[in-house]
């Protein structure tokens, strides 16, 4: 069974806090991403990745960097945590580099409040 | 900038009744894809439609696609309570890079 596992489900920081969001996937796939969701906004996304060492800016990068140094693992870093990215936090995969068709596996979201 | 919008962004329907969903998007796709969210979890997927095909059916869902109004609609026949959820469409759009976008999705709820 395909799983997208990312570490922790609720997580409360402070503001100018580093901030290390993880995701593990356990389906040797090639592609990783990470969005937010607000209400009213739907998803947004911020960091994608093909492969391993390469990262591509989403729609909303500001704020964010990412890392992919393996191929299960994608993660996300809040390099100052602010107010305004509370949010919730979805990591995804999916299989080859956009073969026609692909679908999104997606990890539980992760909580975020920044106080 | 959102590619879907669904409508209406909230419905509200007794057990047993049809469900029906709209999404409408702006650019020309590769596929539209229907996700399902339970509250406070993560997205799952429930149909994939390609640009070439009109209509599709899984269990209980049957999806349209009307390339030309630019939209898509979701049925969910003879509801459950448990199919309270979130529904989302999402574009794979054949021009830019290639990724999901997804709309601002359809709140569901199922009345016992």
């Known amino acids: 069974d395909v799983k997208v596992t990312q570490s922790s489900r609720y997580l409360v920081k402070r503001t100018g806090e580093k901030v290390f969001l993880e995701c593990v996937q356990d389906m040797d796939h090639e592609n990783m991403f990470w969005y937010r969701q607000d209400p009213g906004l739907g998803l947004r996304l911020i960091y994608f990745?093909?492969?391993?060492?390469?990262?591509e800016k989403g729609d909303i990068p500001e704020g964010y960097s990412v890392s992919r140094e393996k191929k299960e693992r994608f993660s996300l870093i809040l390099e100052s945590a602010s107010t305004n990215q509370t949010s919730m936090y979805l990591c995804?995969?999916?299989?080859?580099?956009?073969?026609?068709?692909?679908?999104?596996?997606f990890g539980s979201g992760t909580q975020l409040s920044v106080l | 900038s959102q590619q879907g919008e669904e409508d209406p962004q909230a419905l509200s329907i007794q057990e047993g009744e049809n469900a029906t969903m709209n999404c409408s998007y702006k650019t020309s796709i590769n596929n539209l894809q229907w996700y399902r969210q339970n509250s406070g979890r993560g997205l799952v997927h429930l149909i994939l439609i390609r640009s070439n095909e009109r209509e599709k059916h899984s269990g209980r869902l049957r999806v349209t696609l009307d390339t030309s109004k630019k939209s898509s609609s979701l049925l969910i026949t003879a509801s459950r309570a448990a199919d309270t959820a979130s529904y989302f469409c999402a574009t794979d759009p054949t021009q830019g890079a290639q990724k999901l976008v997804f709309g601002q999705g359809t709140r569901l709820t199922i009345n016992p």
């Open positions: 995804a995969s999916s299989s080859n580099r956009w073969g026609r068709d692909e679908k999104l596996f």
């Open positions: 990745s093909y492969d391993v060492k390469m990262k």
